[in-house]
């Protein structure tokens, strides 16, 4: 899909599903990412995203894999790409490295701190805040699509609920051409945060960001380090389930599949879901979501 399809997509009305990789680091994993890029094929994703690493540390994988994904899958890849570490030239470097990939569309992030610090300090010759990676996306290539963060629940370093608004209006009016969210477990979030979005101006589609639990360890911690909030009967469900990975799974799934439902029922643009390189569950959601009548071809 090229980046005007993309664009033209986003404001069709029509719901969008969108799935989100990791780089690899074995060859193990590789084999992982590619087995679910196969698998889910067959769902039609309207673009792929895959992750950029902390301080450029994924910075060839990323485009490798990004290659990999849209030469031989056939997925329109959005790779991720984040200030992090790098200077303005070296950034303007990487956009053209996916413009000449054929990679019509970026997300644009500042980044989190490198592990062991807690402040985002920026390159000395680079950029402070994604609004401004915005910009450079497009100055240096103007034809792409660019999305944005947005987070219903706040941004951790936020002082408020308004300024971290404001500063998501920034990267939309510097060109962001949609938001896609952090992950939730509460649609509510979510419903209040687009009609937060849309008093504030911003009329861009929001695409909400979904995980299906699989571990309750791991989404306790993937709650703590973005600031999502985790529902007590959510939690629950998942401590019942104890330590049987199945019914855990199942409790994930039942509970991804009611809020994908709730959402797009309600106008949401769409789903991305962050699949963590794993299909099983993805597969198990987008049959039950077919069945239901969302995404038929
Ligand atoms: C959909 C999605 C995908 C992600 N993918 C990746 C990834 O691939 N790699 C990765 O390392 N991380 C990724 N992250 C995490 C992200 O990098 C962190 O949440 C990071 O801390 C903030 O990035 P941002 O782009 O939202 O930053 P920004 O929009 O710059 O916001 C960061 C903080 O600064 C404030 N702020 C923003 N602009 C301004 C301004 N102009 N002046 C003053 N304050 C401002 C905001 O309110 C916020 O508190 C992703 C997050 C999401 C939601």
Known sequence: MTAVSLKSRLESGKALFSIEFFPPKSDTSAEQLLRTAEALKVYSPD?????????????SRTLKYARHLSEDYGYAVMPHL????HSREE????ITEFREAGL????ALRGDPPKG???FKPHPDGLNHANELVGLIH???????????????????????????????????????????????????YFEFVNRTRQAKIEVPVLPGLMCVTSREQ?????????????????????AAGGDAAAV???????????ARELLERGAPGIHLYILNREGAAVTLMEKLKAAGFYKS
């Open 104 to 107: 019509g569309q970026i997300m």
């Open 249 to 259: 799974e199942a409790v994930g799934i039942d509970w991804v599949y009611r809020q």
């Open 47 to 59: 673009f792929a995203s895959i992750t950029y690493g902390a301080g450029g540390s994924t910075r």
């Open 117 to 119: 610090e807690t402040d």
């Open 219 to 239: 989404a306790l911690r993937f709650c703590a380090m973005c600031g999502a909030s985790m529902p007590a009967e959510l939690d629950q469900q998942l401590l």
């Open 82 to 85: 984040t200030c992090v570490g």
């Open 139 to 189: 100055e240096t290539f103007p034809e792409c699509t660019v999305g944005v963060a947005g987070y219903p629940e706040m941004h951790p370093e936020a002082s408020s609920p308004d300024i971290d608004l404001l500063n998501l209006k920034r990267k939309v009016d510097t060109g962001g051409h949609f938001v896609t969210t952090q992950l939730f477990f509460d649609n509510a979030k």
């Open 91 to 94: 950034l303007r470097g990487i």
